[in-house]
C-alpha cells in the first residue's frame, strides 16, 4: 500500500481531474511556510525600508537664481 502512496501516478487508471490535483497537491506540499512577524518586527522592518529609501535620494539642488 506504501507504493502507491509515494507513487501515486505508477497506477494505471487515474482520472485527468485526479491528475491534475495530484500535480496540485505536490506543488502545494514544495511551498515554503510563511514566518509569522511580530507587530513590532514589522513595524520595525517598515521603518527601516523607510529611513534607507530616504537616504538613499541625494537632495536636488537649487536652480531657481
Request: proline share 8%; charged share 25%; no cysteine.
Amino acid at each position: 500500500m506504501a507504493g502507491r502512496l509515494e507513487d501515486p501516478f505508477g497506477m494505471k487508471f487515474i482520472l485527468p481531474e485526479h491528475v491534475t490535483l495530484l500535480y496540485q497537491h505536490q506543488l502545494d506540499k514544495q511551498l515554503v511556510k510563511q514566518p509569522v512577524i511580530e507587530e513590532d518586527e514589522l513595524a520595525s522592518f517598515r521603518f527601516r525600508l523607510w529611513n534607507l529609501k530616504r537616504a538613499s535620494f541625494a537632495p536636488l539642488p537649487n536652480l531657481k537664481n
